[in-house]
């Protein structure tokens, strides 16, 4: 698993404790990398039971929703970059890039929803394959999206 599967796992992981493993590092930077070490335990989660992770989603309370899971690394990350996880920017992989909607899961957890425009059209950011293309330099294709990341600070809720 890669790209956009292994944020969103990660994003599930670190927010959801009902549906991350027990994993028994608690600091590995990058913080994705937790996770792909041995020693996870999965004994308390659900295995290939779709109706079961909605169903335990769907009665969460607001405070088992982890809204700042990376506080307890507040004293690894920089202080500018402490609000960056409610920044609503693009998140990079080589080529892959995905937006990353802080602003979009409010409601669901109790707390006041802005009226949102639709979400950004990505079918062409979806659309680009690994089997062409393998020698781009993603700096150059992606600069626009690099660039709103590089000013993340103007975008954080």
């Known amino acids: 698993m890669g790209g956009c599967a292994l944020l969103l796992q990660n994003w599930a992981w670190y927010r959801l404790s009902c549906v991350a493993p027990d994993a028994p590092s608690a600091w590995i930077f990058p913080l994705a ?63 892959i890039v995905e937006k990353h909607h802080a602003d979009r899961v409010a409601l669901q957890f109790g707390f006041h929803q802005q009226i949102l425009q639709p979400p950004e059209d990505m079918t062409l950011y979806h659309e680009i394959d690994m089997r062409r293309g393998i020698d781009d330099n993603w700096s150059v294709v992606w600069k626009d999206e690099i660039q709103h990341w590089n000013e993340r600070q103007n975008y954080i809720l």
């Open 33 to 95: 990398q937790r996770f792909n070490y041995g020693g996870l335990n999965f004994s308390k989660v659900l295995h290939n039971d779709i109706e079961g992770y909605r169903n335990t989603i769907d009665h969460m309370m607001v405070q088992e929703f982890r809204w700042r899971p990376y506080l307890r690394f507040q004293h690894e990350v920089p202080e500018q970059e402490i609000n960056t996880w409610a920044a609503c920017t693009y998140l990079h992989y080589y080529h």
